[in-house]
């Protein structure tokens, strides 16, 4: 599925648009999806996804268990989201009963649990998501069929599934994006797999778009999302004549320097890397890596680590280069775990120089402080 057509002028248009709104809203320009008001609303989602992923469980899931219940009540478990201890709601889809079970988008799935020919259909459906080998296309019409097509149920537990390919959606908000971006395409009533893979493949086609438009080098699916649900929401606020300053004390317009773009920044990397590590066997298998902390620790960590080895590499004591400066891009810093054989986790972390990770790649890490010594001349070979 290529993605409905996008013009380029229209394109820009828009996005020149989306960033006065931002700036009308947060009182500071649009610099990018890891700062400001887009920092403030959207960054939230990675987080909940992991969160999810943990309630979820599904790696524990046995065939031998379908129909009965485990599968279903490790779901609801994963939609049904409200921690206030970690600030974490999921609003991806609409379960809490507000406005009766009725309109509820999991109502299906809540009501499978006293319906054993519906409860075994869904986690069947569920278990071919997740564990089985099953065409998507076929599983998602399943899941149409068996939930009378709640669309933001149905994205949300393929966004579960794989964060790379596959986006939440709320029908209403992303047509309003759409149509002022003129791309015609709507969501809206339109729940199939079809129409689903179109949305994807639309948001991965604004992608380099918005980095070319926004001056940044990397542009995620999530990040495309979130630019579209912002431009949409900012939209609703202006045409209700209720987009103001956000009020005093919130966070929205905080601009981050360049040592914690850094940060950030790689703090995705790392996340990537382990989303990507699956141990599959291809030409060579894949270590599987585990990130044994949330982000929040995870960029606490890098930092503390910045300020421990005083910004430099730890393997060479090069001063680093930090995002936004016009140095050299090799000397960016970078994640290294030190057993490469481990996992991400406290005590088995150290930031290196891009080129240097890139050149120690499985090295084992008194291997490859040897054959610095022999570079640097402080060690002859035997």
Request: with cysteine; net charge negative.
């Amino acid at each position: 599925m290529s993605g409905a057509s996008i013009d380029d002028n229209a394109f820009g248009s828009a996005f020149d648009r989306f960033r006065s709104l931002v700036e009308a809203r947060s009182g500071h320009p649009f610099r990018g999806f890891d700062e400001g008001l887009a920092a403030a609303w959207e960054n939230y989602k990675p987080r909940l996804r992991d969160y999810a992923l943990g309630l979820l469980g599904s790696g524990d899931w046995l065939e031998g268990e379908i129909g009965a219940g485990a599968i279903l009540n490790r779901t609801i478990e994963a939609i049904e989201i409200q921690d206030g201890r970690l600030n974490l709601t999921n609003n991806l889809v609409f379960w809490q009963n507000r406005f009766g079970h009725a309109n509820r988008d999991h109502r299906a799935v809540l009501e499978a649990a006293s319906n054993p020919a519906l409860r075994g259909r869904i986690e069947r459906l569920l278990f071919d998501l997740y564990r089985g080998h099953a065409d998507e296309g076929v599983t998602f019409a399943g899941l149409v069929d068996a939930t009378s097509g709640k669309y933001p149920l149905l994205a949300y537990l393929f966004f579960l599934k794989d964060m790379d390919r596959y986006m939440p959606i709320q029908p209403t908000g992303f047509d309003r994006a759409f149509r002022a971006l003129r791309i015609e395409f709507t969501t809206l009533r339109q729940c199939s797999w079809a129409n689903y893979a179109t949305f994807n493949a639309t948001l991965d086609r604004l992608r380099p778009l918005i980095a070319q438009a926004a001056g940044l080098d990397t542009v995620r699916l999530v990040d495309a999302h979130s630019f579209c649900w912002i431009f949409s929401t900012l939209l609703k606020w202006e045409a209700e004549g209720t987009l103001e300053p956000a009020p005093g004390g919130r966070d929205e317009g905080r601009v981050l320097g360049g040592r914690e773009k850094s940060v950030v920044a790689m703090r995705y990397a790392v996340e990537d890397t382990v989303r990507h590590a699956k141990g599959q066997i291809g030409e060579r298998r894949v270590k599987n890596k585990e990130l044994r902390m949330n982000a929040a620790a995870l960029e606490k960590l890098i930092a503390g680590l910045l300020d421990l080895q005083g910004d430099r590499c730890a393997l060479t004591g090069i001063s680093f280069n930090f995002h936004g400066s016009e140095g050299d891009c090799n000397l960016l810093p970078s994640v290294d775990r030190i057993d490469s054989d481990a996992h991400y986790e406290e005590g088995n972390l150290q930031i290196v120089c891009r080129f240097v990770n890139f050149w120690k790649s499985d090295t084992g890490d008194e291997e490859f402080r040897r054959l610095l010594k022999l570079v640097r001349g402080e060690e002859r070979p035997e």
